[in-house]
């Protein structure tokens, strides 16, 4: 199946879980309060951080079992699979009771957020905290086998389910702690919808941890070397959230940065998958041909800064009078602060992309430098960036450490990923990509600020998408973005022949 097929399954699956997360925000705030509603995006922030940061083998067995089909060894694939099922289990207890310990031990960031209140939305965190662990143990074994359609259809079901019974809980006990008592639902619901249909679809399959003392150290081998890499990536992209509170930010402003910082963050999260469904193929091409490697990165990276770039950061300009309808307010540079949110999100899809090869090839730890320099610019600048200019100053901070890594980071992928990776051609074209949708959505900005727009919120909607997919088609008819030739044509459009 291609990747193509494969990514539209995930992004298929992603959007319905959009439309209901959208959905429920405004009445969240409407329900609970802007202040609770700010607890829960402080402490949702948290609780991913040390989902991140724990030692999680999703990405290390992937790599192998990948490796494992390849060679046409599926026995030991299931062993890999089975051992890092054992591992996540004793992770995924340990964390979850952690949750339960700490609740009580931690102190509220704000007053309008009790102790007691706290240590319930600690306690809820931790057993979703479990099940997230647990689920992603489960399905690895789908994405080293391409099997993405079955991976969408469990990914929604887990989802939507613990969305929509966090948005009942919230509305029947008016606390954040329904949300977090949601989300554990809907991973408990996912846990038993995967063992089912696993045990249907996969014949090898068995709910049976076996822990494999060599393959447990090789895979633990793979995750320490990219666990800086890991655990400060995680920091970086949640301290400003999480510090927040603790630098004299009411728990408003944190939900009113938190809504403005979800609306590109869900778009970024729509189209994550095409990122995720090259990895098999990557590792492929890694163990076999580099210079084939190198030209497929190159255009997947490519391909991928077009799609932040058109669909994340243009319709994010037009986004603004969208702020109201989910706040019930209009928060102070709430536009700026979500088309600079966009922006970070632009190169962090990209940057996604680019990191791929490191997984491909097992060594991350050449990426903790650049997670390193996000994290601790984001903890030491956040409170100034805030008192500068409210939270259009974090979202500002957030797109400048961004951007000053682009070419660092490109150039990396050529000195440690592949040599046959050409930078100046690839960075030719990326400028190219980014000066037109820049210009774009600069322009979206402008009509998007304008007191006719805020009267009209739902043309701005209408309009957003149209410049997207327009801006797309340019970078594609110029040549700096391929497509296969399948999909160029059901959409109808032919690149510029390059000399």
């Known amino acids: 199946m291609s990747k193509a097929r494969n ?22 705030i409407r329900w609970l309060g802007a202040p609770a509603y700010g607890g829960y995006v402080w402490l949702f922030n948290v609780a991913n951080f040390v989902l991140l940061a724990s030692p999680n083998v999703l990405q290390a067995s992937q790599k192998r079992i990948t490796e494992a089909f390849a060679a ?4 030991l694939a299931w062993q890999i699979q089975q051992t890092q099922l054992a591992v996540c289990s004793a992770v995924a207890v340990v964390g979850g009771l952690g949750f339960v310990v700490l609740g009580p031990l931690i102190k509220s960031p704000d007053v309008a957020l009790e102790s007691s209140t706290l240590a319930k939305m600690f306690a809820m965190a931790g057993v979703a905290y479990f099940f997230n662990l647990m689920n992603a143990s489960l399905v690895s074994v789908l994405a080293a086998l391409e099997r993405f359609r079955q991976l969408a259809i469990r990914q929604s079901v887990e989802r939507v389910v613990g969305v929509l019974t966090s948005l009942g809980l919230a509305y029947v006990y008016r606390s954040p702690v329904g949300i977090f008592a949601g989300l554990a639902f809907g991973g408990c619901v996912g846990f038993i919808y ?18 494999d003392r060599v393959i447990a150290n090789d895979l633990f081998g793979l995750f320490f070397k990219g666990y800086p890499h890991r655990l400060l990536n995680g920091l970086g992209s949640s301290a400003d959230r999480m510090v927040m509170p603790y630098g004299g930010v009411s728990l408003s402003q944190v939900a009113d940065y938190g809504v403005a910082y979800r609306i590109p963050e869900a778009i970024n999260g729509l189209l994550i998958p095409v990122t995720d469904t090259v990895v098999p193929d990557l590792t492929r091409k890694a163990s ?9 990165l190159n255009r997947q990276s490519l391909t991928c800064l077009a799609l932040s770039a058109c669909f994340i950061l243009v319709p994010c300009s037009f986004g603004g009078p969208l702020l109201p309808l989910l706040l019930h307010k209009y928060p102070e540079n709430g536009n700026l602060a979500m088309y600079f949110i966009a922006f970070y999100f632009v190169f962090q899809f990209y940057f996604a992309m680019l990191s791929k090869p490191f997984y491909a090839l097992g060594n991350l730890q050449y990426l903790a430098p650049f997670s390193g320099f996000n994290a601790v610019a984001t903890i030491c600048l956040t409170i100034p960036a805030y008192h500068w200019m409210g939270i259009a100053g974090v979202a500002l901070m957030n797109a400048a450490i961004s951007a000053v890594q682009f070419i660092p980071y490109v150039f990396q992928v050529r000195r440690r990923a592949t040599e046959f ?8 074209k990326a400028f190219s990509i980014l000066g037109v949708s820049v210009t774009v959505s600069c322009a979206g900005l402008y009509v998007s600020s304008s007191g006719g727009a805020h009267q009209n919120p739902v043309l701005m909607l209408l309009i957003a998408p149209l410049f997207a997919f327009a801006t797309f088609g340019l970078t594609i008819r110029m040549g700096w973005v ?11 459009l032919k690149p510029r022949q390059v000399a």
Do not use: C, W
Request: charged residues 20%.
């Open 482 to 492: 391929q497509l296969p030739e399948n999909i160029l044509s059901k959409l109808r």
């Open 421 to 428: 990776f050409d930078v100046g051609a690839h960075l030719r």
């Open 194 to 211: 995967n063992i089912i249909t696993l045990k249907r679809d996969q014949r090898e399959f068995a709910l049976r941890p076996r822990f």
């Open 72 to 75: 046409g060894n599926s026995a």
């Open 7 to 28: 990514s539209a399954y995930l992004v298929a699956a992603n959007v319905l879980t959009l439309m209901v997360q959208l959905f429920t925000i405004p009445l969240l």
């Open 288 to 296: 076999s041909n580099l210079r084939h490697f190198a030209e497929s």
